[in-house]
């Protein structure tokens, strides 16, 4: 396991010492488009932007960008594995796909949460509105690395039942950005259940209680709890589903197909 760990360390700083304008160039865009949204909104809004809620945009938009690095790891992973034609290979592995894949996730995490970091610092710098960063944010964040896991799943099932999943990938960019910027977190009565279950909603209220309002994660009220349920569920659902795709493309003999 170690050894596996490794390799996929090695992997990942290989691929982003030998492609460093790939990452460079994803954050570039991140960044233009949160300023090209913010100048839009500050001259139809006549300067009240977003009235007071930026703070709110700012950590939701920063999330997306983490989930999207995450969900889409595993949805790329296999789509690019079927197209160099090594997808076998890695079904092959006494470690077992999943595994292979929860090893790439997490020699990932910590590039992720750097990319997090600087597009967080940048965004505050373009609005100069600053929010309140510590580092118990780092827990949250690991938790919706773990919902974006199980979601990873799926959206590897799908790829690879289907082998191509570019455009449900690019779908799945929009689905995300709805789930985390949607104040389901503020719903009450039977409903709230709804902020609860759904991907993401805890940790996005958990956070945003503290880096909005200062509060520590542990004063954060039930929030911390319910994200841990919540990333548990997700990933539990996404490894689950996972085993059922890949059982049902071992018996079509389709894994070693374009």
Do not use: C
């Not at 596996?4 to 460079?24: N, S």
């Not at 092959?92 to 967080?120: D, E, K, Q, Y």
Request: glycine fraction near 6%; charge should be positive.
């Amino acid at each position: 396991m170690l050894n596996a760990l490794t390799a996929e360390w090695r992997r990942e700083w290989i691929q982003l010492r030998r492609y460093p304008t790939e990452m460079l160039s994803e954050l570039v865009v991140i960044v233009l488009v949160f300023y090209g949204l913010f100048l839009g909104a500050s001259y139809m809004a006549g300067g009240a932007i977003f009235s007071g809620r930026l703070s709110d945009i700012i950590v939701g938009y920063v999330l997306w960008t983490l989930s999207m690095m995450s969900v889409g790891t595993m949805g790329w992973t296999i789509s690019n594995e079927a197209q160099n034609g090594t997808l076998e290979q890695v079904f092959l592995s006494p470690f077992g796909a999943w595994f292979i894949l929860l090893l790439r996730n997490m020699a990932s995490v910590v590039i992720s949460l750097l990319f997090t970091v600087i597009t967080l610092f940048s965004v505050m710098a373009i609005t100069h509105h600053y929010l309140v960063v510590s580092l118990w944010d780092v827990v949250p964040a690991l938790l919706m690395i773990a919902s974006a896991m199980g979601l990873g799943y799926l959206v590897a099932s799908v790829t690879i039942l289907m082998k191509r999943s570019q455009q449900l990938l690019n779908l799945l960019q929009f689905i995300l950005l709805f789930l985390i910027m949607s104040p389901t977190a503020s719903l009450s009565g039977p409903w709230r259940w709804v902020g609860i279950i759904a991907p993401f909603a805890p940790v996005v209220a958990l956070l945003r209680n503290m880096m909005t309002k200062g509060e520590s994660i542990l004063s954060a009220g039930d929030w911390l709890i319910w994200s841990v349920v919540n990333a548990v569920l997700w990933l539990l659902v996404g490894l689950t589903v996972f085993a059922w795709a890949q059982k049902k493309a071992k018996r079509r003999g389709n894994l070693s197909h374009y």
